[in-house]
């Protein structure tokens, strides 16, 4: 004899699929992991605000002291002090009359006027015992830099 269809009762049909407890447990387990990996990379966002505060950026530069000596009439002696994160095979140096990464085969041959110490218009001179460089104003003025 054939076996006699099986009638669905109104319950049956609106009933949800039956998932196993596997499924679920794998489910919850997703949802935490993708939790949690939200919240560490809040956390590292912040962390490298807050650890990097006042790194500089690769071959950048900025003054951390500039001390200025006017006691002498017709001269002004300046000294400043610069922090730099140079790139491999770069110096702190001047550019621009402005602290700057520069080649440092530049500084160990001590060709100061190849890194453009002097401000645009202005002329380079190495000082005879190489020990720094002039910057001569069209003007006739003249600024010495010595290299300590």
Not at 53 to 79: F, H, K, M, N, Y
Not at 84 to 92: E, F, S, T
Not at 108 to 123: D, F, I, N, R, V
Request: glycine share 6%; net charge positive; with cysteine.
């Amino acid at each position: 004899m054939a076996p006699s269809p099986r009638i669905r009762s109104k319950k049956d049909v609106n009933a949800l699929p039956s998932m196993s407890s596997t499924f679920w447990a794998i489910m919850i387990l997703a949802s935490l992991l993708i939790a949690y990996c939200n919240l560490v990379s809040s956390v590292m966002e912040i962390l490298d605000l807050t650890m990097f505060q006042g790194q500089l950026a690769a071959g950048t530069c900025e003054i951390v002291t500039l001390d200025r000596d006017s006691s002498q009439p017709r001269r002004t002696i300046a000294r400043q002090t610069a922090r730099c994160a140079c790139k491999k095979g770069q110096i702190a140096g001047t550019t621009r009359a402005r602290p700057a990464c520069v080649d440092a085969r530049i500084i160990k041959t001590k060709q100061w006027c190849e890194m453009l110490p002097c401000l645009e218009g202005e002329g380079c001179d190495l000082l005879i015992n190489r020990s720094g460089w002039t910057c001569t104003q069209p003007g006739g003025r003249i600024k010495t830099t010595t290299v300590s």
